[in-house]
């Protein structure tokens, strides 16, 4: 195990955790109190901070690799996960965590377009893709666990 592995897997397992633990106490407050829309509100910032951060990941992947073809296409895609992010930011909660769940679902697929090379596979090390992948689905559930009691 490399020491980039480790550093990410303990720096996103700790914002998971939190991540985690918010949509919880979302998920256990009453349908009807401010506390679950404040909740929820942080709840769909906290994503979407952390969905920029993990497509800018592609995005210095593109720069420093900029010789391998269709990396151009790798920053295009983070740009559109910008907008719906920027976007996301400014509506209600739940929408906002229902558009998160389905971008965080749509970027695993953007990873799976890297293990099968739809998109340049080479820019970053075999193992990323998948964990991000894997990792992407999770935090899809965990902000959409707070609107199953809705």
Do not use: K
């Not at 980039?4 to 991540?19: P, V, W, Y």
């Not at 919880?24 to 952390?50: F, I, N, T």
């Not at 075999?126 to 992948?133: D, E, G, K, L, S």
Request: glycine share 6%; net charge negative; aromatic share 12%.
């Amino acid at each position: 195990m490399t020491g980039t592995f480790s550093t990410l897997a303990l720096g996103f397992s700790a914002i998971s955790l939190a991540l985690a633990w918010t949509s919880l106490q979302a998920y256990r407050s009453d349908l009807y109190s401010p506390e679950r829309l404040v909740v929820e509100l942080r709840l769909s910032q906290y994503s979407a901070l952390l969905l920029l951060l993990v497509v800018g990941v592609y995005v210095g992947l593109g720069v420093a690799y900029e010789n391998i073809d269709e990396t151009g296409f790798d920053i295009a895609i983070a740009v559109g996960f910008f907008v719906i992010v920027s976007s996301a930011i400014t509506w209600e909660p739940a929408t906002a965590l229902t558009v998160l769940s389905l971008a965080w679902i749509g970027h695993s697929f953007v990873d799976l377009a890297h293990i099968i090379n739809l998109l340049p596979g080479d820019i970053a090390p075999a193992w990323y893709p998948r964990v991000c992948a894997i990792y992407n689905v999770c935090v899809a559930a965990i902000c959409y666990l707070p609107l199953l009691r809705r």
